[in-house]
């Protein structure tokens, strides 16, 4: 296996027939990065039990940052605090963030997670998933990776990974549900997601290919045209109507003379 | 001895001055608890919510009502409808604060309101927020630059006033371009959000419709101050020219409706108009307050002439309209909750209600707005024309 490092790539592949729910994910998390106890950068979403005993049937969904290739949040951000590294990690810089909050608004899975309760003297910053950047550029794992019990959570190339995920679709199509969550999703993302459930009842968001910024970048493309074109237009506008009073006076006033000399001239 | 005590009567704090003083000092002191504890501590807001009645009326409303005064700068300056000059300097004022305001609230609102300048500095050109943050200081600015002249003839200087009214042109084409940009854009904020607005509101031309409704609540916002503020300052009333402008509201609103409905039928949307539960409820009640009922009442003469008739049909107006931009940025807006997601109970589980500290900063803020409204129509030449015309005459 080549070594993390090196990865062009990287990307994390979670299979839900694998998930056993232990949540060690989520304390190898707050304890790699120092998460306050009342926060995460990971979380686990249980969906309870389904079915009736005894086809009893569970799932559970592993989340965190879905690292996508078209970020959403970095193409809301107004001051450019996130980026996305050519290896994978979409980043978020603290130190120029000015706490909108339009991230949170504009990630479609929600994980922008903010300070609620901080003042200014602590400083109130957004958190979110790093991919464990202080790890892979070392070559070790992501921490939640690294501590998952059941192979539910793994880290490799994308490319590796999507064959993968349709090799074991391809092994037990009776047990996945035939999709990669994430291939294609955003504009596909760097976190993939294997399910026997249906993607929704993992609460992710039914997404098409093209990212949810599309529109919205495609409208902002339009805005220094339109100004200066509108400004354009007004500015004529404006010397059109002025001409055009200015002659519509003149006009009048030599109506008025010549009313006056012809009066005079009888 | 004589001594002559004069007392200017003006300065006496009426009660509406001190119930609006009370309620700025409350916000002050809730703005303190939430920049020592944090905006939890004094709001509802959460990760789910993470914008809430502070953007929905602080930002969404403060600027839409702020409107009159690139629509009248328009009319007066652009197309020389020079008969609306005593409508200017009030609008221009209204927009000025309404501004002002939103750069309060937003003070209170961000993380980090020290980085505020960031927005000059660190630019990310995809940002619809950015677009609109850049618009809105520097529309600011051209309004101070509108309205000085206002301040400088209170003053005395009569010579500066004259001097900055030679070269205002650029300033008001350059505040026309603002206002169109920021007005529309206000609506593109939403536009990165296709999966969680809902279909009868989330359209690519949102910001064309909230440039069109933002002309019809321009035009409602100066009829409705000028008629209260006719009445709270006992002067006349410019009732002639306001009928006028009644005329042009119709007009904006059947374009409003025209394109919203042809949108929604090219768009395949017509399938929510009634079978949505409350969100088709909200779209019918922002649709007949906003557009149809106002539509109707502009277009009778007699209502149209009469105070009180254009009056109403402006308050109807702007509720209409406002419910739109609550909508649009709150009320529509479906939020899932990741943290806690329970699908097989329930799909949206996230709530959002402002608490009554949230709703306090607002209510101080506007009532500052209203106090310096107040304090400079009484002490700056705000309702009477430079070249002495009387406003009230016909």
């Known amino acids: ?266 | 001895m004589k001594m002559q005590i004069n007392i200017n009567p003006r300065l006496r704090l009426s009660p509406l001055v001190m119930v609006l003083l009370a309620l700025m000092g409350i916000a002050f002191v809730v703005a303190m608890i939430r920049y020592i504890n944090g905006i939890g501590a004094i709001s509802n807001l959460s990760y789910s919510y993470p914008w809430g009645f502070w953007i929905s009326f602080d930002l969404f409303t403060g600027v839409a009502i702020g409107s009159g005064a690139f629509v009248m700068a328009a009319a007066v300056y652009i197309f020389e409808l020079k008969e609306f000059r005593p409508l200017l300097k009030p609008s221009v004022l209204t927009g000025f604060l309404g501004y002002t305001m939103v750069v309060i609230a937003l003070l209170v609102d961000l993380g980090h309101p020290e980085r505020i300048w960031y927005m000059m500095i660190h630019w990310n050109h995809t940002s619809v927020l950015l677009e609109i943050g850049i618009c809105v200081m520097s529309y600011l600015t051209v309004l101070a630059i509108e309205f000085s002249p206002v301040f400088f003839e209170g003053i005395q200087w009569k010579k500066t006033a004259h001097f900055i009214h030679k070269f205002i042109m650029p300033f008001v084409i350059l505040g026309v371009v603002l206002s169109t940009l920021h007005q529309s854009s206000l609506g593109s904020l939403l536009l990165i959000q296709p999966a969680k607005l809902y279909p009868l509101w989330w359209t690519p031309i949102l910001p064309v419709l909230f440039f069109i409704s933002a002309v019809s609540i321009g035009l409602a916002m100066i009829i409705f101050e000028s008629t209260v503020s006719a009445r709270y300052f006992h002067r006349g009333l410019e009732s002639h020219l306001l009928e006028k402008l009644g005329r042009a509201v119709p007009i904006v609103l059947a374009i409003y409706l025209i394109v919203r409905f042809t949108q929604l039928t090219l768009a395949n949307d017509l399938q929510y108009l009634f079978n949505s539960g409350l969100m088709s409820i909200l779209f019918w009640a922002e649709i007949i307050l906003g557009s149809v009922i106002p539509l109707v009442l502009f277009s009778i003469k007699k209502i149209r002439q009469s105070p009180n008739g254009l009056l109403v049909s402006a308050i109807v107006l702007l509720i209409g309209m406002i419910l739109d931009r609550f909508d649009v940025s709150w009320f529509a807006v479906r939020h899932p909750d990741p943290l806690t997601f329970i699908p097989s109970l329930m799909q949206f589980n996230a709530h959002y209600i402002p608490s009554l500290p949230e709703l306090s900063i607002s209510i101080g803020i506007f009532s500052a707005g209203i106090l310096a409204f107040g304090l400079i129509a009484k002490y700056l030449p705000l309702f009477e024309e430079e070249d002495g015309h009387h406003t009230a005459s016909h």
Request: proline share 6%; hydrophobic share 35%.
């Open chain 1, 1 to 266: 296996m080549t070594d993390i490092k090196n990865i062009k790539h990287k990307a994390f592949l979670y299979d839900a027939t694998r998930c056993i729910d232990c949540r060690a994910c989520m304390i190898a998390c707050s304890v790699e990065n120092k998460i306050p106890m009342d926060k995460t950068r990971i979380w686990v979403a249980g969906v309870g039990l389904k079915g009736e005993y005894p086809n009893l049937d569970r799932a559970s969904m592993v989340y965190h940052c879905m690292h996508c290739e078209e970020p959403d949040c970095m193409s809301a951000c107004p001051v450019g605090a996130y980026s996305k590294r050519e290896d994978g990690p979409v980043l978020y810089n603290k130190d120029v963030c000015i706490g909108c909050r339009y991230c949170m608004n504009a990630c479609p899975f929600g994980v922008p997670h903010f300070d609620y309760n901080k003042g200014l003297i602590d400083g109130a910053f957004i958190d979110k998933c790093t991919m464990c950047t202080q790890r892979i550029d070392v070559g070790l794992e992501p921490a939640c990776v690294a501590t998952c019990p059941t192979e539910a959570l793994v880290f490799g190339e994308r490319a590796d990974l999507i064959k993968e995920a349709h090799a074991r679709i391809a092994a037990h199509p009776d047990r996945y549900i035939d999709h990669v969550y994430g291939e294609t999703e955003n504009g596909g993302t760097s976190y993939l997601i294997l399910s026997h459930v249906p993607f929704s009842e993992l609460g992710l968001p039914p997404l098409t290919s093209k990212p949810v910024k599309e529109v919205s970048e495609a409208v902002m493309g339009l805005t220094i045209p339109f100004a200066l074109t509108w400004g354009a237009v007004l500015t004529g506008v404006t010397v059109g109507v002025h001409e055009y009073n200015k002659r519509k006076e003149n006009a009048a006033k030599q109506t008025v003379e010549a009313e006056k000399e012809s009066e005079d001239a009888k």
